[in-house]
């Protein structure tokens, strides 16, 4: 009766579950450093590992009744709930810290997961399939969970999370070696392949910062005349928009005198007890060489745990007439997020505005 179901709506099954992993992402992943968000991953991988070795248990008969098939049904649907709750949790997180003038990459690798999830189902009878997108999950929730841990981000970082990920999908693909050895043995050439080539395309993917400096996300940022702290707010002054210029809502404009400054602010969220140091990549457009020249990198360091963000800012004078950019980036050079804006020079003070930056 479960498998007559089963066949019978099984496209709709699928689709529920693979909406109901990706709707309790959405509505209750929030922060990348609580312990509830980190806790619904990690279940995820654990009912992902529950699924495949269910699968594989009753797929060789290891398990054996009138409800095989059922069981093999429902451990299809665990597997593609988990991997779907997985995938679109990691959009959650990645694209908000990607800045995809350099990450689109891999976040469209993460969009290209989530909807193979539901396009490629039937290739999960296959166990070198199964392992493989396992071991993406488990390297990719490693990237952003072992800075978390050790409050550190940077290369040692990243390749301890590959070690540990490498390491437990070694144990894994033992444990399963334990009940189905014929299939491991059998696929055992193919997963090498696979997982080798997975772990390399990741540390390509990190070292060429393709991959976003997660766990750190831009909240906000944006370029003034003027920026001051006071007390616990930021006071800028702006350039007034009228409601028709809407260019200058997308790409700033600002007018300057002759030794006017430029301040760039921006408010980066990390986790608690992670401190690091971010960097204002001032870069203008040289149009005769087709490409854009640093001027001046500023720094000044953050410290985790606000929701908004911990907020900075840096100034420029000597601000010249074209097209500039500021990046927000990380000491890798991993780009955070970006300002862009054109800066005109003018013989009077514009018109400007005081607004409040919490």
Do not use: C
């Amino acid at each position: 009766m479960l498998v007559r179901f089963y066949k019978k709506y099984e496209r709709r099954l699928s689709l529920v579950a693979f909406l109901t992993g990706f709707t309790i992402d959405n509505l209750t992943l929030t922060r990348i450093d609580l312990w509830l968000d980190n806790i619904i991953l990690a279940s995820y991988l654990i009912l992902a590992a529950l699924g495949i070795t269910v699968y594989q248990l009753f797929n060789r008969r290891l398990v054996k009744g009138k409800t095989t098939k059922g069981f093999m049904a429902l451990s299809t649907l665990l597997i593609q709930f988990a991997f779907g709750g997985l995938f679109s949790g990691y959009f959650v997180f990645y694209s908000k810290s990607a800045s995809l003038v350099t990450s689109w990459w891999f976040v469209l690798l993460i969009i290209l997961f989530l909807i193979g999830n539901e396009l490629f189902k039937e290739k999960y009878a296959r166990l070198e399939y199964q392992i493989s997108i396992f071991f993406i999950t488990l390297f990719s929730f490693a990237i952003f969970y072992l800075p978390i841990i050790v409050n550190q981000m940077g290369v040692w970082v990243f390749v301890l999370s590959g070690l540990v990920s490498l390491f437990i999908i070694r144990f894994f693909v033992r444990f399963l070696a334990l009940f189905i050895p014929e299939s491991v043995e059998k696929s055992k050439h193919a997963l090498r392949f696979s997982i080798l080539s997975i772990y390399i395309v990741f540390n390509v993917f990190y070292f060429t910062n393709i991959i976003p400096p997660i766990p750190l996300a831009l909240k906000d940022s944006s370029i003034h005349h003027f920026v001051e702290r006071q007390g616990d707010v930021y006071v800028a002054e702006s350039e007034i928009v009228k409601w028709y210029e809407f260019g200058k809502k997308f790409r700033p404009r600002i007018d300057i005198s002759q030794s006017q400054a430029v301040y760039a602010y921006s408010s980066v969220f990390a986790p608690t007890d992670l401190n690091v140091e971010v960097f204002h990549s001032w870069q203008y457009r040289d149009d005769t060489r087709d490409e854009w020249v640093e001027t001046d990198r500023f720094s000044y360091p953050i410290l985790g745990g606000r929701d908004g963000g911990f907020r900075g800012y840096t100034q420029k004078s000597q601000v010249f007439p074209g097209e500039w950019r500021v990046d927000v980036v990380t000491d890798r050079n991993q780009i955070i997020g970006r300002i862009r804006f054109h800066v005109e020079q003018t013989g009077e003070a514009p018109l400007t505005v005081s607004e409040i930056i919490r």
